[in-house]
């Protein structure tokens, strides 16, 4: 039997997506540029899309534009927004972002602005004096994700976003929803950039978005035909989109009710065979009802997840292992979680399509391997 | 006249009354390895000459690392004409700078001239030709060889290749290959003296993952360039290790871990028609590599244990590996998780005593017949990494 329990790295196309694709991939293969009939087709799928994506943001404005994935939109949002501005800025940031917005951050103090990044505390929520702080000298950016890949911790957006508005009137609010996009609620009237992927919801690789609030302008990075409003040239991944498209609507409306359901039965079952296993982030409840970061007492996470590879268990962990090197999770450790504890961490994650037999089965194989393992232990 | 490559060979010139022996094998290593190429190749006069390959760039360096070979030169082949050796001499040297001298050498006694008279005129004529050329016969920076045999050859530039003897006439031995940086190192030095290397590997899933075995495999098709592939055993070892964790003494645990290695190494060795075992150890290195460790290592197994790195130091190792092309490969991550398994404080001077004793308390041969028989036998040379 395969469990297949990591989902926040990528998720298996789903039936809807394949059929749609493939469709598109042999009929709707015209270029949206090209001035014929079937063309125009393409276009209108595209256009399909986009207003898939406001509704899901609840939004019946602003600008969607359809990116390689979130790496490529969150650098659009964050270096094509500052890049627009004139003259030095200052950015706002958490210290557990995802390396394509840390990466784009980087670029940005190379090119003479000032980057802030403020720590968050066990729970992931922004230590709100440094927030307040730095707002209160003046930022043009804030960007902050929706959803923690590694632990599910979910920023209170909506106090950022107000504190935001208050203290810096005019300055941005990047979100990435790499990780919550249909499966935490999202508002748009918070936010002024949006992230999110095709590949975490069940859509191809490949394909993800911005969407961006009428008025904010940006810089383009990829520069050539003048496609998506001149903010990302290049001929449009139509069955990509179209992929993108069919996920959003498969997407089922109760997902985070699913998700929760699931995740409390992973942990339940996790538990009552591994009493001693701790939670690393915030208390389930708070989390996104996906991700599930667990420490299992005195066994390496990687040696773990080889182990539950073996039985068909597939999970991930935050922290690359080496007898040479150990390099430890930057997003656990800026949480607060000791070192020893990050190096016995494992994420869970799960999509509306996990089983509660993949469920059980996971719960079971985890406990057996730990069982084994933690017999080995350095002396 | 037409392109050739002509490949000098070293240590097979000291070999007496066997020598055929050895450049047969020479011969055909040669062939093996410019085959796919469509070079043909052929022996004369003590040399190996390479024509008909459509690309010479790629044909020298294949030859390059055939063991047994000192050099390449890519050399023009042509008739034994002086008007038309100088002309191709002076087409050679044009565009060059700086000093040069001209290495006449004249095995067709036939031929009118003799070397230094050979050498002289044709120097006179590069020297007319190219006047930002200068004689230099002490230092010279450019080298233009000409020999008269069956053909007059001509070449100015010569590859280094990697020397020692040719493969597959010193026998087969049995690497112990890790993953780490010392042991394919190790393994080029044994095939360097004309041995067939296999290599044996202990993986230790899930201690190590499959992302390690990968490396490893990768490592074994970089060192098999230098032959024609190389075979690889992988052990699984996991089940040892951990009786011995849960059974013996933690200092002695690497020491014994080692034992244990050597032993399997071994069978699958005989089993493979190897007459010896190669490790990578370095003498003090680490804890497992003090003398003492080394004997009770040694006492283990009844073949000889080759150790070619036994007297380097780690930035000498380094620099082979780097010059050999495996060094960028071992330094990638993935390499074993298994600290569990590594002693915190490692006797540096086990004694053997306390070694049997220990080994006593598992049950030694059953393991070590299991990991034998679970071996999975991995051919680099159909393998895409």
């Given at each position: 039997m395969i469990a297949y329990l990591d989902n926040s790295a990528t998720t298996q196309s789903s039936i809807e997506v394949v059929e749609a694709m493939e469709q598109a991939l042999r009929e709707e293969y015209f270029n949206p540029s090209s001035l014929y009939a079937p063309a125009m087709r393409a276009e209108k799928a595209m256009n399909a899309c986009r207003n898939e994506i406001r509704q899901a943001l609840h939004t019946p404005s602003g600008q969607v534009v359809f990116t390689s994935g979130g790496t490529e939109a969150n650098n659009l949002a964050i270096i094509g927004s500052v890049s627009a501005m004139h003259g030095p800025q200052r950015i706002l940031v958490s210290q557990t972002e995802h390396p394509s917005v840390l990466g784009a951050c980087e670029a940005l103090e190379a090119a003479g602005h000032t980057v802030i990044r403020f720590p968050v505390d066990r729970q992931g929520q922004p230590v709100w004096e440094t927030v307040e702080g730095a707002m209160r000298e003046g930022v043009s950016l804030l960007s902050c994700m929706q959803v923690n890949n590694e632990t599910g911790a979910m920023p209170d957006l909506a106090r950022l976003s107000a504190m935001l508005r208050s203290l810096c009137p005019g300055a941005l609010f990047h979100v990435d929803g790499v990780q919550g996009f249909l499966r935490v609620p999202m508002q748009a009237s918070l936010a002024d950039l949006y992230t999110l992927s095709g590949h975490k919801i069940h859509g191809p690789k490949g394909v993800g978005a911005l969407w961006i609030r009428s008025g904010v302008r940006l810089k383009p990075r990829a520069l050539g035909g003048?496609?998506?409003?001149?903010?990302?040239?290049?001929?449009?991944?139509?069955?990509?989109?179209?992929?993108?498209?069919?996920?959003?609507?498969?997407?089922?409306?109760?997902?985070?009710?699913?998700?929760?359901?699931?995740?409390?039965?992973?942990?339940?079952?996790?538990?009552?065979?591994?009493?001693?296993?701790?939670?690393?982030?915030?208390?389930?409840?708070?989390?996104?009802?996906?991700?599930?970061?667990?420490?299992?007492?005195?066994?390496?996470?990687?040696?773990?997840?080889?182990?539950?590879?073996?039985?068909?268990?597939?999970?991930?962990?935050?922290?690359?292992?080496?007898?040479?090197?150990?390099?430890?999770?930057?997003?656990?450790?800026?949480?607060?979680?000791?070192?020893?504890d990050c190096e016995g961490a494992l994420r869970f994650s799960l999509s509306p399509h996990t089983s509660e037999e993949e469920i059980l089965y996971a719960a079971e194989q985890a406990g057996k391997a730990y069982e084994l393992l933690k017999r080995f232990r350095r002396k | 006249m037409r392109k050739v490559l002509l490949v000098r060979f070293g240590e097979v010139h000291l070999k007496g009354l066997n020598r055929p022996y050895f450049l047969k094998k020479l011969v055909a290593n040669v062939r093996r390895a410019v085959e796919p190429l469509g070079g043909r190749v052929w022996l004369s006069d003590s040399r190996i000459y390479v024509a008909d390959a459509p690309d010479f760039d790629a044909c020298a360096q294949r030859v390059r690392k055939v063991f047994g070979?000192?050099?390449?030169?890519?050399?023009?082949?042509?008739?034994?004409?002086?008007?038309?050796?100088?002309?191709?001499?002076?087409?050679?040297?044009?565009?060059?700078?700086?000093?040069?001298?001209?290495?006449?050498?004249?095995?067709?006694?036939?031929?009118?001239?003799?070397?230094?008279?050979?050498?002289?005129?044709?120097?006179?004529?590069?020297?007319?030709?190219?006047?930002?050329?200068?004689?230099d016969v002490h230092h010279p920076q450019h080298k233009l060889?000409?020999?008269?045999?069956?053909?007059?050859?001509?070449?100015?530039?010569?590859?280094?290749?990697?020397?020692?003897?040719?493969?597959?006439?010193?026998?087969?031995?049995?690497?112990?290959?890790?993953?780490?940086?010392?042991?394919?190192?190790?393994?080029?030095?044994?095939?360097?003296?004309?041995?067939?290397?296999?290599?044996?590997?202990?993986?230790?899933?899930?201690?190590?993952?499959?992302?390690?075995?990968?490396?490893?495999?990768?490592?074994?098709?970089?060192?098999?360039?230098?032959?024609?592939?190389?075979?690889?055993?992988?052990?699984?070892?996991?089940?040892?290790?951990?009786?011995?964790?849960?059974?013996?003494?933690?200092?002695?645990?690497?020491?014994?871990?080692?034992?244990?290695?050597?032993?399997?190494?071994?069978?699958?060795?005989?089993?493979?028609?190897?007459?010896?075992?190669?490790?990578?150890?370095?003498?003090?290195?680490?804890?497992?590599?003090t003398m003492e460790a080394l004997v009770c290592t040694d006492a283990a197994v009844n073949m000889p244990v080759f150790r070619p790195l036994i007297g380097l130091d780690k930035l000498e190792i380094i620099d082979i590996a780097t010059a050999i092309g495996t060094y960028d490969t071992s330094i990638l991550p993935y390499e074993d998780c298994c600290t569990v398994f590594t002693p915190r404080h490692p006797s540096t001077r086990p004694r053997i005593e306390d070694l049997e004793k220990a080994e006593a308390l598992i049950d030694g041969e059953r393991l070590t017949e299991e990991a034998v028989n679970g071996v999975e036998t991995f051919r680099t040379w159909e393998m895409d990494l």
């Open positions: 003048g496609q998506e409003g001149g903010l990302r040239s290049g001929t449009e991944n139509t069955p990509g989109i179209i992929g993108l498209g069919a996920a959003i609507r498969a997407m089922p409306g109760n997902a985070a009710d699913v998700l929760a359901a699931r995740k409390a039965l992973l942990l339940g079952e996790i538990r009552s065979r591994i009493p001693d296993v701790r939670i690393n982030g915030p208390l389930p409840e708070d989390a996104a009802p996906h991700i599930l970061n667990l420490t299992f007492p005195g066994v390496r996470g990687e040696v773990l997840l080889h182990a539950l590879e073996e039985a068909g268990v597939y999970v991930s962990t935050g922290s690359a292992c080496s007898s040479k090197k150990r390099k430890l999770s930057p997003v656990l450790l800026a949480m607060g979680v000791p070192a020893n | 070979v000192h050099s390449v030169s890519p050399a023009v082949e042509m008739e034994k004409d002086l008007e038309s050796i100088c002309l191709a001499a002076e087409d050679m040297m044009r565009g060059k700078q700086g000093t040069f001298k001209v290495f006449g050498r004249r095995s067709d006694k036939t031929f009118p001239l003799d070397s230094m008279q050979l050498a002289a005129e044709i120097g006179g004529r590069v020297l007319e030709s190219n006047p930002a050329l200068k004689v060889n000409v020999e008269i045999r069956d053909h007059a050859y001509l070449c100015v530039e010569e590859i280094p290749a990697v020397g020692g003897m040719p493969m597959g006439t010193g026998g087969k031995a049995m690497l112990l290959l890790s993953g780490g940086i010392d042991s394919p190192v190790a393994g080029y030095q044994i095939m360097n003296r004309g041995v067939m290397v296999q290599a044996v590997h202990f993986y230790s899933f899930p201690y190590t993952s499959e992302r390690a075995k990968e490396k490893v495999l990768k490592l074994a098709k970089e060192l098999g360039e230098y032959g024609n592939g190389m075979l690889v055993h992988v052990v699984p070892f996991t089940e040892l290790q951990m009786q011995l964790h849960e059974k013996c003494p933690d200092e002695l645990g690497t020491v014994l871990m080692r034992r244990y290695m050597m032993r399997i190494a071994e069978r699958v060795a005989r089993a493979n028609g190897c007459q010896a075992l190669i490790t990578g150890e370095s003498l003090g290195q680490v804890a497992s590599q």
